[in-house]
Every structure is written in C-alpha cells, then in structure tokens.
C-alpha cells in the first residue's frame, strides 16, 4: 500500500531552523506534485507549500514565503521542507501529501489524494 512517512520535526527555538523529509514508498503511482500541509488543535489543516513535479513550480502560503523551501525528487520519492527563520505561529503539525490528477496550481487540500501521519514542530523558547 502507498504510505508517506514524515520525519524531521521537533522543538525549535524561534529564529531556528528545521527541515521536514517525507518519503513515499509502496507501489508506484502517477503523481502531478506534492505538498506540505500543517495543522494546529481546533483549526483546520492549512497549506503550506506545493511542488508540481512537471513543470517544477512551486506555491506557498502567503505566511511562510520567503522563509520555507520546498524540494524533492519525484523519482527518489522523496520530498523536502527546509524551514528558517521559525516563529511560534509555525508550531503544528505538519503533513506531507500528494495529487494524483488535479492541476497543483488550483489543488485544495480535498484533491490530494495520499497523506502522511505528520510530524510535530514546536517553536519556542
């Protein structure tokens, strides 16, 4: 079965950084992109980040551009986060996930189709 397995989260002081792997694994499957969602208590889970494995664009949420990158290699089914600059606000836990058919550029989170279990990032003193 198609699992994606976060890793690299952990506590953090603000002004740090970290970077967040996922890596797919299982039977091969056709992807467009992938993206990095997070998610705090009560709220809903908010993007992040996205890749379009095709064109290689990328999209991210308006409160991490700048400081967040993502990365990867669709053929070594691996996909990155590197995060700098971290804030308190960036406290979640975040999930990595990926998009079979729809256009990356106009995904919501509804249209990926294959998620992880996350990975929790604290940032604080």
């Known amino acids: 079965q198609i699992q994606l397995v976060e890793s690299g989260g952990g506590l953090v002081q603000p002004g740090g950084s970290l970077t967040l792997s996922c890596e797919v694994s299982?039977?091969?499957?056709?992807?467009?992109?992938m993206g990095w969602f997070r998610q705090v208590p009560e709220k809903e889970r908010e993007f992040v980040a996205s890749?379009?494995?095709?064109?290689?664009?990328?999209w991210y949420a308006h409160a991490v551009k700048g400081r967040f990158i993502i990365s990867g290699d669709n053929a070594k089914n691996t996909l990155t986060l590197q995060m700098n600059s971290l804030k308190p606000e960036d406290t979640a836990v975040y999930y990595c996930?990926?998009?079979?058919?729809?256009?990356?550029?106009?995904?919501?989170?509804?249209?990926?189709?294959?998620w992880g279990q996350g990975t929790q990032v604290t940032v604080s003193s």
């Open positions: 890749i379009d494995w095709r064109s290689g664009n990328k």
């Open positions: 996930a990926a998009v079979v058919n729809e256009d990356v550029s106009i995904a919501t989170r509804s249209d990926y189709d294959y």
């Open positions: 299982g039977p091969p499957f056709r992807r467009n992109g």
